[in-house]
């Protein structure tokens, strides 16, 4: 197949966000990563994964620079994993993707998990897209324009369907 | 392989959200739809993908109930395809991930696409996690509890994960 990413220049990011998340466990990984998780028997242990996926997927975390794996002290010959910059970056996408996931699989009521505000002790609310002024926008109040770094078939493209609205 | 949500009850909802998005174009098909497109040959066109392969993606997000196919007007032959309420509420889901890619392929100063606030004309800010008081969360912010609905099996494995804490 034709893989969405080479023949578009606008959707390389999109290929690449999902060659990391779209893996088999891949996710769940960086997930346990942000609930704390950082040795390997710890993520062996509560995802309940066979070893030699968990070290492919660690490794190819750690290439894409969502993990980085270091020793657990100065000289020490155990690691662990940690969330870099980037992975850490990824949290709006993963509290988004769980809020949606849970909401339209198990309905509104029936969430397995409550994410909360570890401060206040209360349930995080629903992620939205915000303008600057902090107004919610529904799906009709956003529009695109070229980026510094379109291509010029990016750009034709955004003008093509600017054009036709 | 073992897929991941067959194996923990906590992870079905990932693995819904993966089995729409991580499928090669259909997150492309669900963007056009975002941006306005909703005829099967402005589709086509504009994503350059092929027929038999957007045939089948447009089905299954169909019977994901993504998108719904309904006569262009009342007692149409031709067919359009519209994002159901579930579909829209993917918004945040997705420009958090657009905004995500962008960043970490493209770099901050040299972004492809920027998404605008229809109405101020102003590029819409990135998408964050905010608590019930409207303060930015980190991820050390951030903790987890179990829901009304998660299973014996999900809420052990939540109590675990605080009690490391």
């Known amino acids: 197949m034709l893989k969405p990413e080479k023949h578009d ?3 390389r990011s999109v290929g690449h ?3 990391i998340i779209g893996e088999g466990w891949s996710i769940l990984i ?3 990563a942000f609930l704390g998780t950082r040795r390997f028997e710890e993520f062996q ?3 309940g994964i066979a070893r030699n996926i968990l070290t492919a997927r660690l490794k190819k975390l750690c290439a894409n620079e969502i993990l980085d794996r270091v020793p657990v002290k100065e000289g020490a010959k155990r690691h662990e994993y940690i969330l870099t910059t980037k992975g850490k970056e990824m949290m709006p996408l993963l509290v988004a993707l769980t809020h ?3 909401k339209w699989v198990y309905g509104e009521n029936n969430k397995p998990v409550i994410f909360l505000d570890r401060e206040q002790g209360e349930p995080i609310p629903q992620v939205q897209v915000y303008s600057a002024q902090g107004e919610v926008l529904r799906p009709r109040d956003v529009m695109i ?3 510094p770094g379109a291509t010029r078939e990016a750009r034709e493209r ?3 369907l600017n054009k036709n609205e």
């Open 9 to 11: 220049p606008l959707n």
């Open 17 to 19: 966000v999902l060659d």
């Open 30 to 32: 960086i997930r346990e």
């Open 45 to 47: 242990g509560r995802l």
């Open 100 to 102: 949606w996931g849970d």
């Open 145 to 147: 324009k070229a980026g």
């Open 158 to 160: 955004i003008e093509e």
